[in-house]
């Protein structure tokens, strides 16, 4: 692993750290609270091979650690997101070793990640790759995006939460066509269905998605983090359950520094700086 | 590095940055087989920045432009009915995005007639000149067929409800003159002339800004389908990405030092 410190100047009067580490499949690049992994296998369309998988862990498992990481940005190259899994990797399965295959425990990571998860997509994201984007919490498509779950096609099926998340997601009638027939949709039915919050041109979708990550990251890491689990709670639990997850988040949240710094500010016309 | 590429029914010249793609079956007005349909797709495939391309030219050789499908081949089925959808879906359609899609200009040299399809391919172009012989004829009508490969929608769009149906309906030849003057096409240029102007054209698109170009085409083909609030926010975005590219510092610099542009395309 290569470590470059690259200090970019002054920004807003605070000095701006910029850090990029390059792993084998990936590059991470940290800037103001925002985590960067930038997919770099794209002679392979970004295949996620289980080292990408466990790189990707890696620096979750790293962020939720490290409080001065906020927010993180998972992106491809302006052509590609990420195609599928590794056919190769894929070929050796049995049932058993498919049982035990040690990336259920990197997409676990990834699922449980806690804090804010966002997927900038361009080309395709296709399969494992399209589960990957489902497990972000915000998803930003550039007008080359092409979304599919084409596992059917090869005699097997999604194996990494492709059908229980596009369900959740776009609802029966088309998961079932993208799961059943193995086509793939484009960036527009990508937004329209709600798979994507916004469709950029190709060439911004990433610049986009930092600028979002960069305003969530200024927000009160607890209330973030508390927000997530109580979204994601309603896939989990009936609304009564539910709502009296959010009461108790709610209440919780009463007792929060942040939220005094954030009632503080807002009464006196500053932005606010939360811990 | 020129190169050069003839299959049997397509022609692909490509030299300093500029590909001319000549449709090559002039015995049968260059009208579309199976064959022709494969040598299309592989040549269009070779239109790529990789390759250096920066202005496409599509023209045909012989007497017609293209006569659409051939209808020889459609007649040669006759145990049962051919599937037009199918073949729309595998051979036209892809074609006529692919031209529409592609990052750089498209023009367009109608040499003589373009009928049905061959008609749209060429009004799928980004700047159509036609010979002054040239004509434009919808013929599906006397058929029982519609106009395809886009032409119920490039129609409409560039003339007009009352014209377009006109046009569809009676399957009338529209003069490369009268194309111009309705605003079908961009020019009618005399037949003698026409391949050298428009050769000049493109040599001259494909030392622009490509990058630019391409942004000005994606901006303008989204306006039919955005109100003008989304399209203000389009022209943001595309002038922010327009803003970054080498050229526009180039086309900046040659303007304050009074010099001419050299630009490298993006």
Redesign the interface.
């Known amino acids: 692993m290569r470590i470059n410190f690259n200090y970019s100047g002054h920004l807003c009067s605070r000095q701006r750290t910029s850090v990029t580490m390059t792993y084998q499949d990936l590059q991470v690049t940290k800037n103001d609270g925002v985590v960067h992994i930038q997919l770099t296998r794209e002679k392979s369309l970004n295949a996620l091979r289980n080292l990408t998988l466990k790189e990707i862990a890696d620096v979750l498992h790293h962020a939720e650690k490290n409080r001065d990481e906020k927010c993180v940005v998972i992106s491809g190259s302006e052509s590609v997101f990420a195609a599928g899994a590794d056919i190769g990797e894929m070929q050796q399965l049995s049932p058993v070793s498919s049982l035990q295959n040690i990336r259920a425990e990197y997409w676990k990571v990834i699922r449980k990640f806690p804090k804010p998860l966002l997927a900038s997509v361009n080309g395709y994201a296709l399969g494992a790759g399209c589960e990957l984007m489902m497990h972000c919490d915000i998803v930003l498509v550039g007008n080359n995006a092409l979304i599919g779950q084409p596992e059917i096609n090869l005699g097997i099926i999604p194996g990494a939460g492709g059908t229980q998340l596009l369900i959740r997601t776009i609802g029966k009638a088309m998961a079932m066509k993208m799961i059943l027939s193995g086509e793939p949709i484009n960036a527009e039915r990508a937004l329209e269905s709600g798979l994507a919050i916004e469709l950029?041109?190709k060439?911004?979708t990433l610049k986009r998605t930092l600028k979002l990550a960069n305003e969530i990251a200024k927000k009160s890491p607890l209330a973030l983090r508390l927000a997530k689990e109580a979204v994601l709670h309603a896939f989990e639990s009936p609304l009564e359950q539910g709502l009296e997850h959010e009461r108790r988040a709610f209440s919780i949240l009463t007792a929060s520094t942040d939220r005094e710094e954030g009632i503080n500010a807002f009464i006196e016309k500053r932005p606010p700086n939360y811990i | 590095m020129p190169t050069r590429e003839h299959n049997n029914t397509i022609l692909l010249d490509i030299s300093d940055g500029l590909a001319i793609l000549t449709l090559n079956r002039p015995d049968r007005l260059n009208s579309f087989t199976a064959e022709m349909f494969k040598d299309l797709k592989k040549a269009l495939n070779k239109i790529t920045p990789e390759q250096g391309v920066r202005c496409l030219i599509i023209t045909g050789s012989g007497r017609a432009f293209c006569a659409g499908q051939d209808l020889n081949q459609r007649a040669e089925t006759k145990t049962s009915t051919p599937d037009l959808s199918a073949s729309l879906e595998k051979n036209y359609n892809p074609i006529i995005r692919k031209i529409t899609e592609l990052e750089i200009p498209v023009l367009c040299a109608v040499n003589g007639v373009a009928a049905g399809a061959g008609s749209s391919i060429a009004l799928a172009c980004d700047i159509v000149f036609a010979a002054r012989s040239a004509s434009f004829i919808q013929a599906f009508c006397k058929i029982g067929l519609i106009p395809d490969a886009g032409g119920t929608w490039l129609l409409p769009h560039k003339l007009g409800r009352a014209r377009a149906l006109g046009l569809s309906l009676l399957g009338d030849k529209l003069p490369a003159q009268k194309a111009e003057e309705w605003g079908l096409i961009w020019k009618c240029v005399d037949d003698n002339k026409l391949l050298e102007e428009v050769v000049a054209i493109g040599k001259q698109l494909a030392t622009q800004p490509t990058k630019g170009l391409s942004l000005i085409k994606r901006a303008i083909d989204k306006s039919f389908t955005n109100s003008l609030s989304e399209q203000l926010d389009l022209e943001r975005d595309l002038q922010g990405i327009a803003g970054e590219t080498k050229d526009f510092q180039e086309g900046v610099a040659a303007f304050l030092n009074k010099r001419n542009p050299t630009f490298n395309g993006n």
């Open positions: 950029c041109p060439e911004i």
